[in-house]
């Protein structure tokens, strides 16, 4: 089974970020195994005040998992607050 989760308009607020990759994680777990992918629309700065944070978290280096959601693809794209 493949699953695939969007996050969009994070707008700088890590900790409510934090709680939706835990909730999706623990989905993801109950789930028979397959790919497991995450996708976030963008908007991850302005307004809140952890934007590099979130950028960090949403962004891992090319090679590295996501240290939120081991196992999972990330697919960064790019929203109009960035």
């Known amino acids: 089974m493949n699953l695939t ?3 969009g308009d994070i707008h700088g607020h ?3 970020l934090k ?3 835990r909730q999706i994680r623990e989905d993801a ?3 028979p195994e397959g790919r497991r992918e995450v ?3 963008g908007d991850y700065i ?3 005040p952890s934007s590099a944070e979130v950028l960090r978290l949403c962004h ?3 090679g590295e998992d ?3 959601l081991p196992g999972f693809s990330v697919v960064p794209k790019i929203g109009n607050h960035e």
């Open 46 to 48: 302005d307004r809140g």
């Open 14 to 16: 890590l900790e409510p």
């Open 5 to 7: 989760y969007i996050v």
């Open 19 to 21: 709680k939706l990759l």
């Open 39 to 41: 996708v976030f629309l």
């Open 29 to 31: 777990e109950r789930r």
């Open 66 to 68: 996501m240290e939120a």
């Open 60 to 62: 891992p280096r090319k």
